[in-house]
């Protein structure tokens, strides 16, 4: 079973990553079988695992004031500030569609 | 016309009043030089780890418990994943799957009737509360056509308080907002106050006819204040009737209130149904909070939440605090509204009838007339009253001991809100307004104007 197109496309808008050739795909496709193999197992009535830190202690912290006060060298960073600001583009520059952007995956 | 049935739900996002952020040691405060309160993780730098504060925890429970939620003994952090500028990980941790907090309810009242004395009470239910970050700042900066971040804000703990479709107008939705953000300040869980963005509401709004099912629903967003909340919320009912009874469809959209226009607008910069991509959180472990009962043996105490000492201390509600008022001083269950509603005013009102003989029957009249139309009328809190409650308990004894009759007492207060520093007694003395008693000057004075009257 082949990952779609709609759904690389998809996947392309969501991380920002190009799958650049048929290579990158072809690791994608290879990654998912890999992983599916997890369906062989019965799973019934087994709780999910999410985590191997599951039967461990969540340390909790005091609520004192501990850090912070850094401006300078959180802004060393980065490439354009003004003041002691940030600077981002105006709001998300979205992906372009895919038939209005250069990718591989137009050939599909 | 076939009737329309609106539906309102709400999204809250109450920011928790602590002294650290939820997951790092940076400061928790508004209106600081800008990324100053800002640490490595908050900025997300690699290498840094999240760690949970125990104080934002604990405002959790203490806020599922007052709104007589079950607090999950398990709960888990999982990631929400999008780009912004103002969330530097690309994630914010959130939970999804298992909220600390679910199944809850929250009473409030509606004035209705004629003169809007007749107190109804109704509940909203409270689907769950979940604890997650808080984003950073954006400022958007048109004319250079660029954003300007600041990351003060950014990991600051926040309660997300989900109210189910229960509510059916704007009023309903304000009502039950107050309500909200008077529990959050008694418990001091958050100080709740809209207008430093400690308390954020967001709409969603539906309606359909009777018998149907539930329309399409909008998401109204950028609304500032409870009195915007229920213009927004009407607004978009209405907008959406007019809509669908033009032969127009609603869309599942996101809408932002503008308050100058008074009107709802579709938000720019929302690109469709978001996919989030949650995940659990792999840095860390589940939640766990422990009752009398599960309470584990040799546990250092300071890792251990228990949920039922935490109920022990909670303070009076004030659904609690009404009751009380209503049961000691015999005043109405709407007096009783009015003084939790106003800062101060309920302390303000027992501390005058602690300094004087008359009955709180009569001086809640003095309160709620007198005092708080003075103070709305020059836009004052109860604290920066010119008039002290020692001040006005003076009065009051006066008129009690029937010195001064309850006209002279008007006039006696007029000048004392001039808070020129002088005693009721001393404004009475000045302006010749004690009630004569004496038997034998009244009957003088009488007699005067009888005589007076013959002449002619």
């Known amino acids: 079973q082949k990952v779609s197109v709609e759904v690389l496309d998809h996947l392309e808008h969501l991380a920002l990553v190009d799958f650049r050739d048929s290579e990158g795909v072809e690791r994608l496709q290879k990654a998912i079988q890999f992983a599916d193999q997890l369906h062989d197992v019965n799973t019934d009535g087994v709780e999910p695992m999410d985590s191997v830190l ?55 | 016309l076939a009737p329309w049935i609106p539906v309102v739900g709400l999204e809250i996002h109450a920011q928790i009043s602590s002294n650290s952020k939820l997951f790092s040691g940076s400061q928790v405060q508004f209106a600081a030089p800008p990324n100053s309160l800002v640490s490595f993780f908050d900025a997300s730098l690699p290498g840094t780890l999240p760690v949970l504060n125990r104080r934002c925890v604990e405002a959790a429970v203490m806020t599922g418990l007052a709104l007589n939620c079950s607090i999950n003994k398990k709960s888990l952090f999982d990631r929400k994943h999008y780009f912004y500028a103002d ?6 941790i959130t939970q999804q799957r298992v909220p600390i907090a679910v199944n809850g309810s929250l009473s409030y009242s509606l004035c209705i009737g004629n003169k809007m004395s007749q107190l109804v009470t109704k509940t ?25 971040v600041d990351l003060n804000r950014a990991g600051v703990g926040l309660m997300e308080v989900v109210m189910e479709p229960d509510m059916c107008c704007g009023e309903e939705a304000a009502a039950a ?23 954020r509401v967001d709409a969603n709004v539906s309606v359909h006819h009777p018998g149907e099912p539930y329309g399409v629903r909008t998401e109204v967003k950028n609304i500032n204040s409870i009195r915007f ?54 840095n860390l472990p589940p939640l766990i909070l ?37 049961e000691q001083y015999e005043i109405l269950p709407e007096h009783s509204f009015t003084l939790l509603n106003e800062d101060g005013l309920a302390e303000f009102f027992e501390s005058v009838v602690k300094q004087t003989q008359m009955k709180p029957k009569k001086v809640i009249g003095w309160i709620l007339n007198d005092l708080l139309s003075y103070l709305k009328l020059h836009s004052l809190t109860v604290k920066e009253s010119p008039v002290s409650s020692f001040l006005l308990a003076d009065l009051l004894n006066l ?44 009957e003088q004075i009488c007699q005067a104007v009888i005589d007076g009257q013959e002449d002619e």
């Not at chain 1, 912290?61 to 401006?71: H, L, Q, S, Y």
């Open chain 1, 54 to 108: 599951e039967d461990r202690c969540l340390y909790l912290r005091e609520d004192d004031v501990t850090e912070g006060n850094c401006t300078k060298e959180l802004l060393e960073n980065a490439r354009e500030k003004v003041e002691e600001y940030f600077v981002a583009p105006p709001g998300n520059i979205p992906l372009p569609k895919l038939e209005e952007r250069e990718t591989f995956l137009q050939g599909s």
């Open chain 2, 87 to 92: 969330l530097p990980a690309g994630y914010q």
């Open chain 2, 124 to 148: 909203v239910r409270i689907k769950q509360i979940q604890l997650e970050q808080d984003s950073g700042k954006s400022l958007h900066d048109d004319t250079r056509c660029q954003t300007l």
């Open chain 2, 177 to 199: 907002v107050r309500e909200l953000q008077l529990i959050l300040q008694t418990l001091g869980s958050s100080q709740a106050v809209m207008a430093e963005g400690q308390l």
């Open chain 2, 229 to 282: 909340l229920a213009k927004a919320v009407d607004y978009e009912i209405q907008r959406q009737i007019e809509e669908l009874e033009n032969g127009g469809t609603v869309l599942n959209e996101t809408r932002a209130f503008d308050s100058k226009l008074g009107c709802t607008v579709p938000m720019r910069d929302k690109e469709g149904k978001q996919d989030y991509r949650f995940m659990p959180e792999p």
């Open chain 2, 290 to 326: 422990y009752d009398t009962k599960s309470l584990p043996a040799n546990m250092n105490h300071q890792q251990v939440i228990n949920i039922d000492w935490i109920q022990e201390r909670l303070p009076d509600l004030p659904s609690v605090k009404r009751e009380k008022l209503v």
């Open chain 2, 399 to 442: 008129l009690e001991k029937k010195e001064i009759s309850s006209t002279a007492a008007k006039r006696v207060l007029a000048e004392l809100w001039k808070g020129e520093g002088k005693t009721p007694l001393e404004i009475v003395t000045e302006q010749k307004l004690e009630l004569l008693q004496d038997q034998k000057e009244l």
